[in-house]
């Protein structure tokens, strides 16, 4: 009997193809809203968490705060020697090393383009960066000490697309600023687009190229003894940056970081947003369910006759009740598998366009099947939700009333 019904609701939306695509549309629009937008926010999470990936959790890292660019520089009051010396005396920090960042014109190949220049400082302070950025070379070397007028590459200038017109390969010579330097090597693929597309230069080579102080940094970088309390150790840091810079607790001019919080704050901020998509497309989707509740309210009317002459022949309350049940949730299934793939498409189709546009991959979308599966099962339920009170309506109609009317 099931399957006769099943066949039998499908018969019936067919021959209102109109009125159930129109019924569908809310049910279309908050699924595709869905799967597009948690398919392409979840892909954002996971490309940022994969940005912290390559870095040890030994690792705290201490800016100025209030400056615009990269974190801390254009800051007014920027860290300093002072800072640097009282970090490094704090109970559990294994080392520091201070650097400055700057960004601007890099040209190779008579094109012109954007560079992030990233100092690498002298003797132990060297090799801890090199330690908390697992730098190794894939071509050519590192830089080392004394090593003056080169340059050291992230690996996305050894590619065809780097926007230079062909690959900046060892050995080759960039301008950055207007002052020419020789390639000394290409980091090994990181997956961090920063550092992948950050050109490393000696501390005080960069210093010379901007006219920086020696004392003056915009970021300094801790190692901490992993068996130490790493929220003591942040803890301390940030008591004696406010006694040396003057401000008071929760007015600090500095930020103390560990990988960890910061994806914390970034995996927070990115919750709010699909919080606030969920309740976009919960709308799109109350829409929808009220329109397959009308679309069968409507049906039931136009069908009562119908519905009579199935009671008299012998169909059951629940019978009846099943049929417009089944075609309830059929409408709200079909609307949310159209959604479903159309939210896919959507999402991988923007992900392409904005990896394009911003030559990176920082943009991606990430659907699971749970994710597909779930929203078109989710759909169903709303479809047959909605489709309760008409179905029940349907079942409790009097078959002599019913073959009368008129409808």
Partial sequence: MFKDLFIFSIRNLKNRKLRSWLTMIGIFIGIA?????????????QTINSQFSFLGTDIISVTASGGFGPPGTGVVNPLTDKELNAIENVQGVKG???RILESGKLAFNNQVGFGYAVSMPDGENRELMEHLMNMEAQTGRLLKDGD???VFLGANF????NGFGKPIKSGSKIELLDVEYKVIGILEKKGNFQLDSAVFINDADLRNLVSRDKGEYDIIAVRFDENGDINEIQADIEKKLRKIRGVKESEEDFSVQTPASILENVNNVLL??????YII????????????MNTMYTSVIERTKEVGIMK?????????????FIESGFLGSIGGLVGAI????????LAAIGSLALGSNLIAAHITPTLFIGSVLFSFVLGTFFGTLPALQASKLNPVDAIRSKK
């Fill in 342 to 349: 159309s939210g896919y498409l959507l999402a991988t189709s």
């Fill in 148 to 150: 003056s007028g080169v």
């Fill in 158 to 161: 050894i590619e065809e697309e």
């Fill in 312 to 324: 008299s022949i012998g169909a059951k309350n629940s019978s009846i009740f099943l049929l417009f």
């Fill in 272 to 277: 709010g947003i699909q919080i606030f998509v």
């Fill in 281 to 292: 497309a919960g709308i799109s989707l109350l829409v929808g369910g009220i329109g397959i």
């Fill in 33 to 45: 809203s869905v799967v597009a937008l948690i398919g392409l926010g979840e892909g954002l999470r």
């Fill in 96 to 98: 520091v090393a201070g």
